[in-house]
């Protein structure tokens, strides 16, 4: 079957979404795209050209259809559905038992949650062999890997199958073996801002010497190799030694910092109210926002040249 004949079904036309269509439209699938929002559906074709030019790919959304329900999608046709709606545990139960009474018996229902087990979200379901989590990181249009999330009912040849897809897409995928609260990428994520955050409780640091030292540093390394292999490069001897004098003094909260959860009452989330660790207006915004956006290209062409996606 050729890319061209590929159908895929995007449940959530948000940010996350969008970014996920674009990834299909630019590998030469056709999409459908479930939306309960009109405004979204209205918008999303436009959204869709911008990640499709950002990925360096031709902007035509030809291949994009809208619905306002799962039951209007032609389900005949779809190989994957990736759920994107927000993180709504029996929002996302619902959905996945509607697709399971939708979806021929050969698509693969997936989930793109941060943070549920996809064994809670197709839990008491019947076919929880080709349902597994599709962990996308924001940008999805822009950031390589996807984590391919399998529990203990899924079928580990329909996980390689999505990943696989996801591979011919320009994806790096990794296989997930356990289902386990934050996958790998937000479990290790996790643990950094954990630390991070308590240094600027603790007046240790400030917001911006935090970044600093995370993108100047050993995040700098990052982009060349993993944490593995650059300790492979460094010494475990040293890694161990630094272990036993760190590690016990580091941070082990169960939950977010004080200055965290004052930002958050205080709505200082970030882009979303222009106020979070830093201020923000609509033009410093778009300016950080083209940053951004360029910085994660160029690191892609590294990526590239090295064959590694």
Request: proline share 4%; hydrophobic share 45%; charged share 25%.
């Amino acid at each position: 079957m050729s890319q061209s004949e590929r159908h895929a079904l995007v449940i959530g036309g948000g940010t996350m979404g969008v970014g996920i269509i674009a990834m299909f439209l630019g590998g030469g699938w056709t999409v459908d795209v479930v939306s309960r929002s009109a405004s979204t559906r209205d918008g999303l074709a436009a959204a869709t050209a911008k990640a499709l030019a950002a990925m360096g790919k031709p902007t035509s959304t030809a291949g994009l259809k809208t619905f306002a329900t799962l039951p209007e999608a032609d389900w005949t046709r779809i190989d994957v559905a990736v759920e994107t709606v927000t993180e709504d545990l029996a929002l996302k139960q619902r959905l996945f038992a509607e697709m399971e009474k939708l979806a021929t018996p050969g698509c693969a229902l997936t989930s793109n949650s941060s943070s549920f087990p996809i064994s809670e979200i197709a839990k008491g379901l019947k076919t929880q062999g080709r349902m597994m989590g599709l962990h996308f990181f924001m940008p999805a249009h822009l950031i390589p890997l996807v984590e391919v999330v399998r529990s203990v009912h899924t079928d580990v040849s329909q996980a390689e199958r999505v990943g696989a897809i996801m591979a011919a897409l320009g994806k790096r995928p990794v296989q997930v073996k356990k289902d386990v609260i934050g996958f790998l990428g937000n479990r290790i994520q996790g643990a950094l801002m954990r630390e991070a955050l308590w240094l600027i409780e603790e007046g240790v640091a400030s917001p911006e010497d935090i970044d600093a030292t995370v993108r100047l540093s050993f995040g700098f390394r990052y982009a060349a190799a993993g944490p593995i292999v650059q300790k492979e490069h460094s010494g475990w001897d040293t890694t161990c030694a630094v272990a036993k004098i760190i590690w016990p003094d580091l941070n082990n909260a169960k939950g977010p910092p004080p200055v965290l959860q004052k930002n958050v009452d205080e709505g200082r989330i970030g882009f979303k109210t222009k106020r979070g660790f830093f201020e923000w207006n609509d033009e410093s915004m778009a300016k950080e926002r083209a940053r951004y956006e360029r910085a994660l290209r160029k690191c892609l062409e590294i990526f590239k040249e090295e064959g590694i996606v």
